[in-house]
């Protein structure tokens, strides 16, 4: 849907909004079956017409470098056909998750005879806000049909053509199976004050969720009238333990800084225990050397690990999304704790130890979205964690925790059925 000659930003964005908002209500009462064959023949029509999104991603990738991408932001647009058919793929499986819409949560009958439900049911409408990966248009659209929500989608100029293509066909699909031709949408202007008219629409929209730089999701946090579900960084630490094996730290630290380090759940900052730092740092420095990791840390780390600088108080709260690792020597365990609580993002901390009441009490007071024991960090991920695709990791504390995927992207009903009963 573009914008008309004859109307203002303004009104084409009360337009895109009130149309999710009638979509939502149709998508309510849409059978889990219909859902589901959506999801399936839009994959289906994603393979078949493969080579027209990759005629259109080629317009993306040509507009490339006027758009000052990194090569790692170039290497996110670019699709290929195994791409594209990874999100068919990622279609697949969301349709085979279980529908949360209608699950009966719980229920009671109380001592007057009312019989009480409390029923899981949509959101409504969801405005997304997110960078410029086509792969995630198409996650997104997913995961919000089959919740029974209406999404508006705002990727970035960066992937316009490669998204449209994404969106077009599953609208396309949607015509022909009965979901509503407004329960996706693409907001197809580049104009930045339209997020603005967007995150006014209260009154039609009842969920934002900004994906992508810290800059953003802040203004989207002042600017929004409606709840937002966010998170700003992901400094994520690992605590390593005076009774923890040290060869497996080894290898988690490895793998929860080195697997992927431009993404949220890889770990930024290292904490040891002083007990096992002598003999544990020397060993980290050898193994991690062929990834050029510069190590910002306390006087007794940077002895330790001979390499390095000194850090300085913001390194401990920072996220780095790349080969830098904050280190600090603690004297115990609530030491950590307390470091963690103050620095961190809330988003993923883990702990390296074989005692069983050390891991308990970590994992009780760490205030984190997800704590991890004897793991990557790595593993903070709807998929890894069985909750199949999410729409992303939320740090807040209402309305969603942790991964957001299918269950995340709705909220419940009480239904109270009675047999005439008055108050009395």
Not at 164 to 183: D, T
Request: glycine residues 8%; hydrophobic residues 40%; negative net charge.
């Amino acid at each position: 849907m573009s914008v008309a000659a004859e109307e203002t930003l303004e009104t084409y964005c009360a337009r895109v909004s009130q149309n999710a908002k009638t979509a939502s209500r149709q998508l309510c009462g849409l059978p889990g079956s219909t859902k589901n064959r959506w999801l399936l023949q839009c994959g289906q029509r994603l393979e078949e017409l493969v080579d027209e999104v990759l005629e259109a991603n080629k317009l993306d990738l040509e507009n490339a470098s006027s758009y000052s991408l990194s090569n790692a932001e170039i290497d996110r647009l670019r699709l290929t056909q195994e791409r594209v058919f990874q999100i068919a793929a990622g279609l697949r499986e969301i349709a085979a998750l279980p529908d949360p819409v209608g699950e009966l949560i719980e229920g009671s009958v109380r001592p007057n005879g009312l019989r009480l439900s409390k029923v899981r049911v949509p959101l409504g409408v969801i405005f997304f806000i997110y960078e410029s990966r086509p792969n995630v248009t198409a996650d997104a659209a997913g995961i919000a049909v089959k919740s029974g929500n209406a999404i508006i989608l705002r990727g970035g100029k960066e992937a316009a053509h490669s998204s449209q293509a994404i969106v077009s066909i599953m609208q396309s699909v949607g015509s022909e199976v009965g979901v509503p031709a407004n329960a996706v949408q693409l907001v197809n202007t580049t104009d930045r004050d339209a997020v603005g008219y967007f995150l006014n629409h209260d009154q039609w929209i009842d969920l934002a969720i900004p994906r992508g730089g810290e800059g953003l999701i802040r203004r989207v946090v002042a600017e929004a009238k409606m709840p937002v579900l966010k998170h700003y960084d992901g400094n994520c630490h690992i605590y390593v333990d005076v009774h923890a094996d040290l060869e497996k730290s080894l290898n988690v630290v490895e793998n929860a800084k080195c697997q992927r380090m431009g993404v949220c759940n890889a770990l930024e900052s290292l904490l040891v225990h002083r007990s096992v730092a002598s003999e544990f740092l020397p060993k980290l420095a050898v193994r991690l050397k062929s990834y050029a990791i510069e190590f910002r840390s306390d006087e007794e780390s940077h002895h330790l690990l001979q390499s390095g600088v000194l850090a300085q108080e913001s390194d401990w709260s920072q996220e780095y999304l790349g080969p830098i690792m904050s280190v600090r020597v603690v004297g115990n365990l609530d030491e950590a704790i307390d470091h963690i609580n103050k620095y961190g993002s809330r988003h993923t901390d883990g702990i390296m130890t074989e005692d069983l009441s050390t891991s308990h009490r970590f994992a009780t007071l760490v205030d984190s979205a997800a704590v991890v024991v004897n793991a990557s960090t790595r593993f903070n991920d709807g998929g890894q964690l069985g909750l199949g695709a999410e729409i992303g990791i939320s740090t807040d504390k209402f309305h969603a925790r942790g991964p957001c995927g299918l269950r995340e992207l709705t909220t419940y009903k009480y239904i109270v059925h009675g047999d005439g009963h008055v108050r009395t």
